[in-house]
């Protein structure tokens, strides 16, 4: 059973670009979660959906940050119009209940 | 609110010495969950341990045993015999889910243990 897989790893990208990162959770997890790691920082919530739907984006910026997870597919994360205080650490958790498995995460570089 | 509070930032020990690494944690519910977390160099987060509000017992895991203490809202986690493999950042994290047990991760900010040869 294949892990959490996010990709791209490392994403590289100019500021007022557009960044989108992929998550595929465990076989049989419908629990997606994304987090953000700051430099020097902790991990912090952004948005949980499951699958069409979402149901906490209590951490999401207000702009330019959305989140999806269709039906078929993995989930988005998406950046529009990036600015360098979003390069970070971006990291995908999937759970089947109570415990939540992390993906190896996509460093966002903006340059 | 939740909060989590890892107050030691950086840990550095000889390998073969025991390391205790400290969380406390902040909630109004009665019903949470803690969680250990390391993350190695290579960056991927591991999960090591969850842990509900209603059960107390400490637990033993080869070198890794754990010592949750409502009475302190601490949820500590201990290293025996530190071996150079256990190098890694480690965090600390509570959720209290409404309903079941889904609900987001509130992080401490992490400590970094160094273990030397």
């Known amino acids: 059973n294949a892990g959490v897989m996010q990709n791209p790893r490392h994403l590289v990208r100019r500021r007022g670009q557009e960044a989108r990162l992929r998550c595929s959770p465990m076989k049989g997890h419908s629990h997606v979660y994304w987090y953000r790691q700051l430099p020097e920082e902790g991990l912090k919530f952004m948005v949980y959906l499951q699958k069409e739907n979402i149901i906490d984006e209590s951490g999401m910026p207000k702009e330019r940050f959305s989140a999806e997870f269709p039906k078929e597919g993995p989930s988005i994360l998406r950046i529009q119009q990036v600015v360098r205080g979003d390069s970070a650490a971006y990291f995908c958790?999937?759970?089947?209940?109570?415990?939540?498995?992390f993906g190896p995460g996509t460093r966002l570089l903006v340059l | 609110a939740q909060k989590v509070t890892q107050a030691q930032t950086e840990i550095s020990v000889v390998e073969k010495e025991d390391v205790t690494l400290d969380c406390v944690y902040e909630t109004r519910d009665t019903t949470y969950y803690l969680f250990w977390y390391k993350q190695p160099p290579s960056g991927e987060l591991v999960f090591l341990i969850r842990?509900?509000?209603?059960?107390?017992q400490n637990e033993i895991s080869g070198r890794y045993s754990w010592n949750f203490q409502k009475s302190t809202s601490s949820f500590n986690f201990t290293i025996t015999a530190s071996q150079v493999v256990d190098s890694a950042v480690y965090f600390c994290a509570l959720s209290t889910p409404p309903d079941g047990a889904n609900s987001k991760l509130t992080f401490g900010k992490g400590i970094t243990l160094s273990v030397r040869p």
């Open positions: 958790a999937s759970s089947p209940s109570a415990i939540q498995y």
């Open positions: 842990r509900n509000s209603f059960d107390e």
